[in-house]
């Protein structure tokens, strides 16, 4: 069982910046692909960024290329999102997902991933 506890979310005014958190209970954290979903007000679940188990690939949804930042700690067991220039339309509560199955594509699909956390908000004002 992994256990993911996100945090850093909170309110930013538009153009602003967040860091957020996604620490990793186990001892096998290095052998996952980590991704962070959000999910906005009446909207899907979308894929927003992935990285792979050494960090060496990463995968970024077109709306935050430039923008967002994923990284990872090994030792740390920690997966980051760096999120700057900030916009209104990126309010939304943010996930971090693990995807245990080995793989060297960091293009993960919502139903692979294995492990969620519960969710931090990040809500952007204008």
């Known amino acids: 069982q992994v256990q993911l506890v996100e945090s850093g979310g909170g309110l930013v005014q538009a153009g602003g910046s967040l860091r957020l958190s996604c620490a990793a209970s186990g001892r096998t954290f290095s052998s996952y692909t980590m991704g962070w979903i959000r999910q906005a007000p009446g909207k899907e679940r979308e894929s927003v960024a992935a990285?792979?188990?050494?960090?060496?690939?990463?995968y970024y949804a077109d709306s935050v290329k430039g923008r967002f930042t994923i990284s990872r700690d090994n030792v740390k067991n920690t997966v980051y999102l760096q999120m700057n220039s900030l916009k209104p339309e990126d309010t939304a509560v943010y996930y971090c997902?693990?995807?245990?199955?080995?793989?060297?594509?960091?293009?993960?699909?919502?139903?692979?991933?294995?492990?969620w956390g519960q969710g931090t908000q990040v809500t952007v004002s204008s």
């Open positions: 990285i792979t188990r050494s960090g060496g690939r990463t």
């Open positions: 997902a693990a995807e245990t199955a080995p793989r060297t594509n960091p293009s993960v699909g919502l139903a692979e991933y294995d492990y």
